[in-house]
């Protein structure tokens, strides 16, 4: 029913540059804020960035933006992650999420409805 498809993933030299989507199918998706978290082996799993369903409300993990950007195409169901000067500890599987936003906390795993299946980002040094 309700799907949300990661890509972009791969294998990166430090201080590369990917861009990861997630394409959502099953649900009305300007309803639906969107975030990204990521998740490290034997680490818990951690915020990244969301943005609301409008686009209009973007948060990050820090009060100001850093080297990630997000961004959303509701025309073509589709949330992005820029993510510029990657690091070696930027590693992780990197997962999409929608919440919809009846009573959305955008930095709580909890908050969110449904998940992707993450697809891995490797940056070596």
């Known amino acids: 029913q309700v799907q949300l498809v990661e890509s972009g993933g791969g294998l990166v030299q430090a201080g590369g540059s990917l861009r990861l989507s997630c394409a959502a199918s099953g649900l009305t998706f300007s309803n639906y804020a969107m975030g990204w978290f990521r998740q490290a082996p034997g680490k818990e799993r951690e915020f990244v960035a969301a943005i609301s369903g409008s686009g209009g409300y973007i948060y990050y993990r820090n009060s100001k933006k850093d080297r990630f950007t997000i961004s959303r195409e509701n025309g073509k169901n589709t949330v992005y992650l820029q993510m510029n000067s990657l690091k070696p500890e930027d590693t992780a599987v990197y997962y999409c999420?929608?919440?919809?936003?009846?009573?959305?906390?955008?930095?709580?795993?909890?908050?969110?409805?449904?998940w992707g299946q993450g697809t891995q980002v490797t940056v070596s040094s």
């Open positions: 999420a929608a919440d919809r936003e009846s009573s959305w906390i955008p930095r709580s795993v909890v908050s969110y409805d449904y």
